[in-house]
């Protein structure tokens, strides 16, 4: 049987000081370690498939390394999962492991699923949720180290920070990559009006058009929801029964299942996707965007990234290297990512 790695051996093997690895291991090596051999140590444990011995470092720390996530329905929603992936990838990196509660939509059981992380002695807490949306932070998660991802604080004042997409800068790159394409008279299916990303959105296509000095067709904006029935009979409003100079060019879309049922739209229409119609998406929707014929332009939501910097947050608050305060900040927006693909094309000439 091989011999599991110890930290002597990483530090042999990196040729730097047993102490050195303890404290770059265990998230300490800025400002005590020269970067490149805090480099040389993580290759070195990489290589080594070293990790720190958990128990050891709770007795040390007298911290658990155990971090509690409380969502409200991402385990159980085929969406969205991506934020815990990338929070739990931060926490597995830095010698943590994270716990999981979903209270599928039921804040009533946002307090008591608190308590129960809490009973557990976690480190810090992360509130998760599908969709960006202000919620009512439970009292228990001001009792520790704590970071909201994908929502924020309804507080006037809020007291924790939280990490979003920046959905006004989505928006406007969206319709960017429309315009750029020559595009003049661009559809948008935003979808519901009681989410708070939709009218963000909206803004960014707004934005667009005023910094490219053109009108904005307010009969060209409709709140038409989230689903792919929604997003068919949105785009036969637009696109039934008109001439080809009086329908949209292109069909912006709030997520990809709205750009499913305008695709299907259109093809109804017998409409050349993009030849005739432009369809552009959003949020880049895992076995729907990139396997959709035509493959779907979209803007990626940053699921993945939020996770991680979410987390990076609060171990930074745990472990004292992160900034704190009253002036410490209390929003980190992460950008979206144009992904473009064969669903859009040059306006067609008319």
């Not at 051996?9 to 690895?21: I, L, N, Q």
Request: charged share 25%; proline share 6%; with cysteine.
């Amino acid at each position: 049987m091989n011999r599991k790695a110890t930290a002597l051996d990483v530090a042999k093997k990196a040729g730097v000081s047993r102490s050195a690895v303890s404290l770059v291991l265990n998230g300490r090596g800025d400002g005590n370690v020269a970067k490149e051999s805090q480099d040389r140590i993580r290759q070195a444990a990489e290589e080594l498939n070293y990790s720190p011995n958990a128990i050891a470092l709770s007795l040390r720390n007298q911290r658990s390394r155990v971090i509690g996530i409380l969502s409200d329905e991402v385990v159980v929603s085929p969406f969205d999962g991506n934020i815990i992936g990338g929070a739990d990838d931060v926490a597995r990196a830095r010698g943590f492991v994270t716990v999981v509660m979903d209270t599928e939509r039921d804040t009533a059981r946002d307090a008591s699923a608190i308590e129960t992380l809490l009973d557990r002695q976690v480190d810090g807490l992360m509130y998760v949720t599908v969709g960006l949306k202000p919620i009512e932070v439970p009292h228990g998660m001001l009792r520790v180290p704590s970071v909201l991802a994908n929502c924020y604080d309804e507080h006037p004042q809020p007291q924790l920070h939280h990490v979003i997409p920046d959905e006004v800068t989505g928006g406007r790159e969206a319709t960017e990559h429309m315009l750029e394409l020559g595009h003049r008279d661009i559809a948008l299916l935003a979808g519901s009006e009681d989410s708070p990303a939709a009218p963000l959105r909206v803004q960014g296509y707004r934005d667009a058009h005023a910094a490219a000095r053109l009108p904005v067709h307010e009969d060209r904006i409709f709140m038409a929801g989230w689903d792919i029935d929604a997003g068919f009979h949105g785009a036969m409003k637009v696109l039934d029964g008109v001439s080809p100079s009086e329908r949209p060019t292109a069909i912006m879309c709030a997520n990809d299942r709205l750009a499913v049922g305008v695709t299907l739209a259109a093809a109804r229409l017998g409409l050349r996707v993009p030849e005739d119609l432009s369809i552009m998406g959003y949020d880049d929707e895992t076995r729907i965007a990139d396997t959709m014929v035509p493959s779907l332009t979209t803007m990626a939501l940053p699921l993945r990234e939020i996770g991680r910097a979410a987390m990076t947050t609060l171990l930074d608050a745990i472990e004292g290297t992160g900034e704190t305060g009253s002036g410490a900040p209390v929003e980190t927006m992460v950008p979206c990512r144009l992904v473009v693909r064969e669903s859009t094309g040059p306006a067609p000439t008319r």
